[in-house]
């Protein structure tokens, strides 16, 4: 069945929102699974902060190289598929892995072993999923139709919405064991939607001409690109480390935090934040100064 623009745009929605929202729901899972097993220090939470922003550039590495794969769509599919039958093993399978790496590593190792066992596979796609569904509307569209980018603003929510449900709806209610048999059903119905927006037909690489009809990009735009982000998420990093060393290591201020970051994104790429440049200028220097003086005031 031939799916209209404006349908495969809605189906486009619902992948990268269901996408965002595994991709910020495997993160609590994840910790619950370890906490028994490594326990709740600062170091371990800052440990899986870092573990996780390092596989998100991993997936950003993967969705830039696989937007020129001649079978793309295919080849994303299959990895899903493997990816959901490795989460469900391991989760399975998770008391004879932690046995095996309490005996094989220290705690630092383990903890960082057990990310990759658990959940390394299906964050990497997940991470790419944004990305890549852009690329396909783009190539769809054969233009650099702006108008995707805004898509980010439906991610950016995604995960806000799996970053909140687990501690209020998840994990107070269902077992351990369910949470992950969850997701792996979860992440077959993301499989389903990426399916219905993109074919090979539909999403074959943009052709040569095509690429050289887009606007050529400054080299300044180049840097902010990258300067912008590694800046957002250094303070992010700095602000935790600082809660969690100061006050308590306790993951509902990382999830609070981590919340008002991904807020922050909602409104940027939103059509309505985009028309106001000045004003995030303005509450980035006012910020920047509220915490110049709460750092005195504490120092005090």
Known sequence: ??????????????????????????????GRTLLPVFGGAASVWLLCLAAWQTLLLAGYFYAHYLRNHARRVKFHL???????????????????????????SSGVTGVLLCILIFAAFPYVLLAAGASLVQSWLISKRHSADDGVYHLYAVSNAGSFCGLFCYPFLVEPFIPLNWQWYGFVALLLVYAALLKAVASEKSCSAPGHDDLRRQQPVKEVSRVSWFACPALSCFLLNAVIASMFVDVTPLPMIWIF???????????????????MPRLWFLLALLSIVAAIAGRRAVGA
């Open 1 to 30: 069945m031939k799916i209209s623009d404006g349908d495969r745009s809605r189906v486009a929605a619902a992948a990268i929102f269901t996408g965002s929202f595994l991709l910020f729901l495997i993160q609590p899972v994840t």
């Open 78 to 104: 299959s990895l899903l598929l493997s990816a959901s039958i490795c989460v469900l093993l391991a989760a399975a399978l998770r008391e004879p892995i932690f046995n095996l790496v309490r005996t094989q």
């Open 257 to 275: 935090f981590l919340g008002c970051f991904l807020l922050s994104y909602v409104v940027g790429f939103a059509p309505v934040g985009a028309r």
